[in-house]
């Protein structure tokens, strides 16, 4: 099993939503902010090949973005991830399945992409989309929080399709990729676990943005439900890191993936 990152588009965001009630004096000698108090951030989607199974985890911002949403939240660099892909021989129909971890615009933007055509089209069109069944009812029924993330045109003819897989709680994917229900960052977020022939990985999603958000007390503003955040964080990683697994990440500017000691500290990465 071999795993890389794609370019999902990069963009910036406020460093004090990103680390809520963390002070800035704190969070900022982790993650250094411009003089705007802005991060840059990734949206790094993970490419996992077994040698039989071609598969995403998670999208990136999609090219459908509005000349108003690349200021709101300052794209410096596009999405590239079909382009990403051809530099490495696979095409958009390789792809047979995606998992996203949940289905806010910058995780699920590149499920829908306007083709050469001006229209829309799914990105992926053979592959299986994974998406757990709460955060599919909650695209379908947006609140008043999440209508502002779960955009209705990132979803346009999945689900006709037949390629939209709902899964409720804890699913083998395929053998070595498993999805585990977590909730937390939204209702239906997602974990996804690869498990190799000698070592593991845990994709954790926005339960674990960057390497600066490893103290389990160390939560987002974006958190829909940020107490079972701080609860999940500290059975998560205390179970993945005991099991010796790496921790990827979608956002991290400064790492792909990391290996923590008990304290929390990291001790590997890369």
């Not at 939240?73 to 990403?84: A, E, P, Q, T």
């Not at 994974?130 to 993330?149: F, G, M, S, Y």
Request: charged share 25%.
């Amino acid at each position: 099993m071999t795993v890389s990152w794609l370019c999902g588009g990069e963009f910036e965001l406020d460093g004090g939503t990103m680390f809520g009630p963390v002070p800035k004096v704190l969070w900022e000698k982790k993650y250094p902010p411009d003089k705007d108090n802005y991060i840059k951030m990734l949206n790094a989607p993970l490419l996992v090949r077994t040698g039989e199974h071609t598969i995403l985890i998670d999208t990136g911002l999609g090219n459908k973005l509005t000349d108003q949403h690349r200021h709101i939240f300052r794209v410096y660099r596009d999405w590239s991830l079909v382009d990403d892909l051809a530099q490495q021989g696979i095409a958009r129909e390789d792809i047979e399945v995606v998992i996203l971890t949940h289905c806010d615009f910058d995780h699920a933007g590149g499920v829908v992409m306007t083709g050469e055509s001006g229209h829309p089209e799914l990105t992926f069109p053979k592959a299986r989309h994974i998406i757990q069944q709460r955060e599919w009812a909650d695209v379908r029924q947006p609140n008043i929080r999440t209508i502002h993330t779960y955009w209705p045109e990132n979803f346009t003819g999945l689900e006709e399709s037949g390629l939209l897989e709902i899964v409720d709680g804890d699913a083998d994917i395929i053998p070595g990729i498993r999805v585990r229900h977590t909730g937390g960052h939204t209702r239906g977020h997602q974990l996804v676990e690869m498990e190799g022939a000698k070592i593991c990985a845990v994709h954790l999603g926005d339960l674990f943005p960057t390497h600066a958000h490893a103290n389990p007390l160390w939560v987002m503003a974006y958190d829909n439900f940020p107490m079972e955040v701080v609860e999940l964080k500290q059975q998560l990683l205390a179970r993945y890191r005991k099991e010796n697994c790496w921790f990827t990440f979608y956002h991290d500017i400064f790492m792909k993936g990391c290996r923590l000691d008990e304290r929390g500290k990291v001790v590997s990465s890369f």
